[in-house]
């Protein structure tokens, strides 16, 4: 799991704007997980993808977006139709969407 | 979609004691179960791992065991230490069908010097 990086560590967002959180790895890994973390609810996902230029909405996927034209990467884009967007925000990879998946470092997203 | 329940939500226990997580999960078809350690301010890590077509499976301390019929897993920690100290998630998935991962809310394990 070294081989994913995630940033920025800490990301402040105002009314009204939209932010990226960038997630790469360089696992050579199929398959790319957005997943959202709050206090008590555990893990949720967000969008995910299997394969470039693919991916499909999770779960919570409501005022989020995400691209995947590169394998490595997978940003994702906080708009500002999400009203509730603090939180700690994990990027995850796996070599296949059949296998285990390995977790980033995590950014943490604040209101201003 | 899978519903994965986690207890307790915190466990304490003494060091050298063994510490049990328990999960159920609603969708007979989930054929993947991981479960994760977090530190505070970390990124899960995986600790072990079991599928449909094994009834447990141990890694030293650790060991994870699987009621199919009962829609149930649970992650047994033996000879607990204070580094043990952390949040335990666990997950369910239908690695067949996208791999989405549905989480338990977790369990807070602190272990007592």
């Known amino acids: 799991d070294g081989g994913i990086t995630q940033s920025p560590k800490y990301l402040f967002r105002k009314e009204g704007q939209n932010v990226t959180l960038s997630c790469e790895q360089n696992?050579?890994?199929?398959?790319m997980y957005w997943y959202r973390q709050d206090p008590g609810q555990g893990l949720r996902l967000i969008y995910y993808?299997?394969?470039?230029?693919?991916?499909q909405k999770g779960d919570i996927a409501e005022g989020y977006s995400v691209s995947r034209e590169k394998k490595e990467s997978f940003p994702l884009t906080v708009t500002s139709a999400q009203k509730n967007p603090t939180a700690f925000y994990l990027c995850?990879?796996?070599?296949?969407?059949?296998?285990?998946?390995?977790f980033g470092p995590g950014t943490r997203l604040l209101v201003l | 979609g899978e519903n994965v329940e986690q207890h307790p939500s915190t466990l304490s226990v003494q060091e050298g004691d063994s510490a049990v997580i328990k999960c159920t999960y609603s969708?007979?078809?989930?054929?993947?179960f991981p479960w994760y350690k977090q530190e505070l301010g970390k990124r899960p890590q995986l600790i072990i791992d079991i599928r449909s077509n094994v009834g447990e499976k141990k890694d030293q301390r650790i060991a994870v065991t699987l009621n199919k019929t009962a829609k149930h897993f649970s992650l047994h920690i033996t000879e607990t230490q204070p580094e043990d100290s952390a949040v335990y998630f666990c997950?369910?998935?239908?690695?067949?069908?996208?791999?989405?991962?549905?989480f338990g809310t977790g369990t807070s394990l602190t272990v007592i010097p």
């Open positions: 995850a990879s796996s070599r296949t969407s059949a296998e285990t998946q390995y």
């Open positions: 997950a369910a998935s239908r690695t067949n069908t996208g791999n989405q991962f549905y």
């Open positions: 696992l050579n890994h199929d398959a």
């Open positions: 969708d007979s078809a989930s054929n993947y």
């Open positions: 993808s299997q394969i470039v230029n693919d991916f």
